[in-house]
């Protein structure tokens, strides 16, 4: 099993920036990628960024520009700084882990998510 804590959410103005911070523990070995969802009230969950273990990285069209992630293999963390924040920014963002079980058969994790919400 993967645990992941995310933390880093809040309140923040429009423009404002925030940066997210999940920890990812337990069995942690087979990991290939981490990353950032969110889900707002009424809507799917979407891809917020991802970042596999080769440093390649990918975002939604909305953050592309104004949010970067990265990740700290020492701390077994990845973060999502978001900058120029706007009100359609407002959700529940979600860390995610991907996990190969056997073969090419993975195993999604996820965090509990931490609030981010952007005022106008």
């Known amino acids: 099993q993967v645990q992941l804590v995310e933390s880093g959410g809040g309140l923040v103005q429009a423009g404002g920036s925030l940066t997210l911070s999940c920890v990812a523990s337990?069995?942690?070995?087979?990991?290939?990628?981490m990353g950032w969802y969110r889900q707002a009230p009424g809507k799917q969950r979407e891809l917020v960024a991802v970042?596999?273990?080769?440093?390649?990285?990918n975002y939604t069209n909305s953050a592309k520009g104004r949010f970067t992630i990265s990740r700290d293999n020492a701390k077994n963390t990845v973060y999502l700084q978001m900058n120029t924040l706007k009100p359609e920014d407002t959700a529940v963002y979600y860390c995610?882990?991907?996990?190969?079980?056997?073969?090419?058969?993975?195993?999604?994790?996820w965090g509990q998510g931490t609030q981010v919400t952007v005022s106008s």
């Open positions: 337990g069995s942690i070995f087979g990991i290939t990628s």
């Open positions: 970042l596999s273990n080769g440093n390649m990285s």
């Open positions: 995610n882990a991907k996990r190969v079980v056997v073969a090419s058969i993975y195993m999604d994790y």
